[in-house]
Antibody
Framework: EVKLEESGGGLVQPGGSMKLSCVASGFTFSNYWMNWVRQSPEKGLEWVAEIRLKSNNYATHYAESVKGRFTISRDDSKSSVYLQMNNLRAEDTGIYYC??????????WGAGTTVTVSS | DIVMSQSPSSLAVSVGEKVTMSCKSSQSLLYSSNQKNYLAWYQQKPGQSPKLLIYWASTRESGVPDRFTGSGSGTDFTLTISSVKAEDLAVYYCQQYYSYPFTFGSGTKLEIK
């Protein structure tokens, strides 16, 4: 079964940091681009970041709203993708989904992990 | 950024009825070199994560029932459910992947009468 499982969410104060993890199973992880997509009642679904393959030198892309604050990375040996989030803001609150990219659309989604930025 | 607009925001239909919902993009999603529209549709049922239904505007994902049909080109797209079932209760989102940043519409909520 193809599966993505996120972890690492929780409550953090504004200006704080948090690292999300996502472990994949059921497919050859190293063959797929991976993304993070978040969802909030205020902004709806919002693409956050993408990381490509080793053959693409692990190229990354980010939404402007998180550029310079968030870093996406991957460890193919652990079938895992990560999202390091620094200088968190209230507007970063939401459910963060790990997604598998297939030619830029998202064909597998995890169940999500909730991030709350509040004092 | 490409803005995706969906309408209606919600609709209520009876089981067995045909449903159409619209998605419009602020610029064309048709890539001239391959004549493909860079648009996907997702279904999000209550309490669940989104699920891919349609990509390239009209290609149904494996396992998706054939009552779901995507159509359109350029800036105007439609998702049609030919005969709604109770299990289709969900919010439907369109997403463009023509250019970064990828953007989603605000969704159409389908309710069953």
């Amino acid at each position: 079964e193809v599966k993505l499982e996120e972890s690492g969410g929780g409550l953090v104060q504004p200006g704080g940091s948090m690292k999300l993890s996502c472990v994949a199973s059921g497919f050859t992880f190293s063959n797929y681009w991976m993304n993070w997509v978040r969802q909030s009642p205020e902004k709806g679904l919002e693409w956050v970041a993408e990381i490509r393959l080793k053959s693409n030198n692990y190229a990354t892309h980010y939404a402007e709203s998180v550029k310079g604050r968030f870093t996406i990375s991957r460890d193919d040996s652990k079938s895992s993708v990560y999202l390091q989030m620094n200088n968190l803001r209230a507007e970063d609150t939401g459910i963060y989904y790990c997604t598998r990219g297939r030619q830029w659309y998202f064909d597998v989604w995890g169940a999500g992990t909730t991030v709350t930025v509040s004092s | 950024d490409i803005v995706m607009s969906q309408s209606p925001s919600s609709l209520a239909v009876s089981v067995g009825e045909k449903v159409t919902m619209s998605c419009k993009s602020s610029q064309s999603l048709l890539y001239s070199s391959n004549q493909k529209n860079y648009l996907a549709w997702y279904q999000q049922k209550p309490g669940q994560s989104p699920k891919l239904l349609i990509y390239w505007a009209s290609t149904r994902e494996s396992g998706v029932p054939d009552r779901f049909t995507g159509s359109g080109s350029g800036t105007d797209f439609t998702l049609t459910i030919s005969s709604v079932k109770a299990e289709d209760l969900a919010v439907y989102y369109c997403q463009q992947y023509y250019s970064y940043p990828f953007t989603f519409g605000s969704g159409t909520k389908l309710e069953i009468k």
